[in-house]
């Protein structure tokens, strides 16, 4: 089971930090990421992580501003997100995969186990 917190609503220009906890099972050999859906638009890959921390993946429209990291001994991943813009207002769900690297076809479908799902909303 995947949790996510620390979703809420802030200003633009502020930050948050979401936290994914797994709890049922150890995650430290999965990759894991951070999906995001917007109203009306399509769920959108937004940061990923291989199971050992080495390697990640930022989509370009939060690059610079989000970062993603993981802690194998916590079972959590966190996404620390900055200078939050309006678009960045979605619902935001954490998943894991069964694959450990962050490769082209990991990042095409990765997603075995999901999160509910938190809200960030950001206004102007």
């Known amino acids: 089971q995947l949790a996510e917190s620390g979703g809420g609503a802030v200003q633009a220009g502020g930050s948050l930090r979401l936290a994914c906890a797994a709890s049922?099972?150890?995650?430290?050999?999965?990759?894991m990421g951070w999906y995001r859906q917007a109203p009306g638009k399509e769920r959108e890959l937004v940061s990923a992580?291989?199971?050992?921390?080495?390697?990640?993946y930022v989509v370009d429209s939060v690059k610079g501003r989000f970062t993603i990291s993981r802690d194998n001994a916590k079972n959590t991943m966190w996404l620390q997100m900055n200078s939050l813009k309006p678009e960045d207002t979605a619902i935001y769900s954490c998943?894991?995969?069964?694959?450990?690297?962050?490769?082209?076809?990991?990042?095409?479908?990765?997603?075995?186990?999901w999160g509910q799902g938190t809200q960030v909303t950001v206004s102007s």
């Open positions: 049922g099972r150890t995650v430290s050999l999965y990759a």
């Open positions: 992580i291989s199971a050992s921390g080495g390697d990640t």
């Open positions: 998943a894991a995969d069964l694959r450990s690297d962050i490769t082209s076809e990991t990042l095409r479908n990765l997603g075995d186990y």
